[in-house]
């Protein structure tokens, strides 16, 4: 990479950055989507193979545990939709942020060192041929911060690591009207988690310290003089002090 660029983003480095990783080709989960599912986020990279035309989908909606952050419905998804098979290829589940993914069925653990910047898990699927026409399905145990945001990217790439034909994310899931209260807390595919503030919460705002005496600019005028009178001969030598000074 050339010094001039600017530091790579996590969407552009979620693929770039993770080396050459052996898997072993093992049966994939299932061949149907469950659920609507999106594409969204995704974008094509290097050139596929001729007749080939790889993307992800992941679900639209996933849910978490408000306790645990266990998640539900989280599927994710390849597709060939061109005219021939993709012949060996690998897709990659890795999380960031808040979303940390646990395990993939019959998929290979990335380990830490090799893992793409910023990303705190990952999984590498591989698949012998996804014939034209074809989506290979994978159920993906993740957990989720809802104290945090979280995103999760899905690149595509040739077995030998080498091509990146079609990346997916850092997508997030989150909701934007969390109830920390509810069992379970829905998360929309595309949008920012915001994490739910504790009961009595302010919301963030900045501790202002209890006021420990009379403030003039919350009393009205009987009442900073009635604070005076009560404050006997201390008050009276004020208000004498401040006549005489303006004399």
Not at 50 to 69: C, E, H, N
Not at 182 to 199: C, D, M, R, Y
Request: proline share 9%; charged share 15%; aromatic share 4%.
């Amino acid at each position: 990479m050339s010094a001039r660029r600017g530091p790579m983003t996590a969407g552009a480095v979620c693929a770039a950055a993770v080396t050459a990783l052996v898997v072993l080709p093992g049966a994939a989960a299932s061949d149907d989507t469950p659920g609507p599912a999106s594409g969204e986020g995704g974008k094509a990279m290097a050139d596929a193979p001729s007749g080939v035309k790889l993307t992800t989908l992941l679900p639209k909606k996933i849910s978490a545990d408000t306790k645990s952050g266990e998640t539900e419905n989280l599927v994710a998804s390849v597709s060939n939709q061109g005219s021939r098979g993709s012949g060996p290829i690998q897709l990659l589940v890795t999380g960031f942020d808040g979303l940390v993914v646990k395990d993939v069925p019959n998929c290979t653990a990335i380990p830490e060192n090799k893992l793409p910047k910023g990303a705190n898990s990952g999984f590498s699927c591989p698949i012998n041929n996804l014939g034209a026409g074809k989506t290979q399905s994978y159920k993906v145990a993740a957990t989720f911060d809802l104290k945090k945001t979280g995103k999760i990217c899905l690149p595509v790439r040739s077995a030998d690591g080498k091509k990146t034909f079609w990346q997916q994310g850092p997508v997030p899931f989150g909701t934007t009207s969390p109830s920390p209260n509810a069992p379970v807390t829905p998360l929309l595919l595309g949008t920012e988690n915001k994490p739910a503030a504790p009961a009595g919460d302010k919301g963030g705002a900045e501790e202002e310290l209890p006021s420990t005496g009379v403030r003039d600019d919350v009393l009205p005028l009987g009442a900073v003089g009635a604070a005076l009178i009560a404050a006997g001969g201390a008050g009276l030598w004020w208000t004498r002090r401040t006549g005489s000074a303006a004399n």
